[in-house]
């Protein structure tokens, strides 16, 4: 029997072909092994979440920049109702000679940046607990102390951001009240980008808006680009 995770990730993996945004041909069994996760997770003290591992073990690839129908006003307003435009971010890409390279170099970027003094300067236990998955105009990461999440709540989100050109994080809403950094909360959890970018959450919302503004329906095989 396949575990929730694995089952999760290659649906995920196969939806995204079967939407016309990728082909099989762009991604190939992973070659990343338990216990290069388990190096990675003790240079850094952290622990993956078994979602995002099982991701990590599923297929190795070369693309990196994708895109997807969201709500304009953000996941936490996702009513049909809500207007629907394309959004583009960026995920590390995991090839198969060294696939962890990017996530090695994420993870020691953003804690430099963080701890630098004449850029963010914040202590490094204070932000430590954050893992860069990719980008989106800055570290896109996932907070690996947020495990309560409450879809209905914001404040709960695993999945935040952190703008590249934003260094003073308490005037920018990334620190909260109790002194506690939080990024910009962008989804609940992995699960849900997976929903949205792989799984084309919102694509039928999406063409239905544009076919009554009377608009070409999207290409697909488009959503996808390499660097």
């Known amino acids: 029997m396949i575990r929730t995770e694995e089952k999760i990730v ?4 196969r939806t995204l072909v079967r939407r016309g945004a990728a082909t099989e041909s762009m991604f190939v069994p992973s070659t990343v092994t338990d216990e ?17 591992r099982a991701y990590l073990k599923a297929y190795c690839y070369d693309f990196t920049v994708m895109c997807a129908p969201v709500p304009l006003d953000g996941i936490a307003h996702s009513g049909p109702e809500s207007e629907k435009g394309l959004c583009w ?32 300067n914040i202590k490094l236990d204070r932000v430590k607990h954050f893992l860069p998955i990719g980008d989106w105009d800055g570290p896109l990461c996932i907070d690996l102390d ?14 935040c951001r952190f703008d590249e050109t934003v260094f003073d994080w308490k005037d920018a809403g990334y620190i909260d009240e109790r002194g506690r950094v939080t990024g ?10 997976l929903e949205i970018y792989f799984g084309g959450k919102y694509d039928k919302a999406y063409e239905r808006q544009l076919k009554a503004c009377g608009e070409e329906m999207p290409d697909y095989s488009f959503y996808i680009h390499t660097r």
């Open 146 to 159: 947020q495990t309560d999440i409450q879809e209905d709540d914001p404040a709960t989100w695993q999945i």
């Open 184 to 193: 910009e909360r962008k989804f609940p959890d992995f699960k849900t980008l």
């Open 36 to 52: 290069e996760l388990d190096a990675f997770e003790n240079s850094f003290d952290i622990r993956l979440p078994a979602l995002y």
């Open 89 to 120: 971010i960026e995920l590390f890409a995991l090839p198969q000679k060294e696939p962890l390279k990017n996530l090695y170099a994420g993870m020691e970027s953003f804690r430099k940046i963080c701890t630098n003094r004449n850029l963010v």
């Open 10 to 13: 290659k649906d995920a993996f």
